[in-house]
């Protein structure tokens, strides 16, 4: 079955840090893949996604881009804020599947000021 | 537009008692899920439902029944609770084939003791 193997944190930068969350997934047909984020005590809500293969999704200074050939859809930005600390997930979904999701199990991030 | 809007946000239950989570979505959404999550294992699927009327089993429904009789709910049963159900449950939904992004729920907080 389809699976995301992402991470493990926890990561502890200083702002202005390069950060990257690797992501990597198996699935057997052609997968969505996700980055969403969880700050403390709220909901998740997405980062970012890419639908095919090369696309390359951004948003809040953050990109990942999907890579078909070394099944892995890592996360990267430039330059963090104390903003930025929350949980990572890597996800990914599938219409074969009913387009549920299947996530790593989360990296914690931690800017320090 | 309240989006997807969970009760109760916390609940603390006896071993044996029943209760039931209500998830409601206001955007029209044909697809909700019930996830469940806990430390260092991401979040994991329950149940699913893929429009009015219709459920399916995820990765660990034993001890979960749910029903989805309006298409803007979707509620999620324990039956008789267990210390093993004590985790932070989280409703999403998704539009549909053509647009898969998933909009999650702020969580349930819930305490078997």
């Known amino acids: 079955g389809d699976s995301v193997t992402q991470m493990e944190g926890p990561v502890t930068l200083s702002e202005e840090a390069f950060l990257t969350i690797n992501c990597t997934y198996t699935?057997?047909?052609?997968?969505?893949l996700f980055w969403y984020v969880q700050y403390p005590g709220e909901g998740l809500q997405l980062l970012l996604k890419a639908t095919k293969a090369d696309d390359k999704g951004s948003n809040k200074g953050f990109e990942a881009t999907y890579r078909k050939e070394t099944t892995s859809f890592h996360l990267e930005k430039g330059s963090v804020q104390v903003s930025d600390s929350a949980v990572y997930f890597c996800?990914?979904?599938?219409?074969?599947?009913?387009?549920?999701?299947?996530f790593g199990a989360g990296t914690t991030v931690t800017v320090r000021a | 537009n309240a989006g997807v809007t969970q009760t109760p946000k916390f609940r603390v239950l006896k071993t044996g008692q029943s209760m039931t989570l209500l998830c409601a979505q206001d955007?029209?959404?044909?697809?909700m899920y019930w996830y469940r999550q806990d430390p260092g294992m991401g979040l994991r699927l329950i149940h699913y439902s893929v429009g009015e009327g219709t459920t399916a089993k995820g990765e660990v429904p034993d001890g979960y029944n749910v029903s989805r009789l309006k298409k803007q709910n979707f509620l999620l049963g324990l039956e008789s609770a267990a210390p093993s159900q004590t985790s932070v449950y989280f409703c999403?939904?998704?539009?549909?084939?053509?647009?898969?992004?998933?909009?999650f729920g702020q969580g349930t907080r819930l305490t078997v003791v």
């Open positions: 999403a939904s998704i539009p549909g084939p053509m647009n898969t992004e998933a909009f």
């Open positions: 955007m029209n959404h044909e697809y």
């Open positions: 699935a057997t047909g052609y997968p969505s």
């Open positions: 996800a990914l979904s599938d219409r074969l599947n009913d387009y549920k999701l299947s």
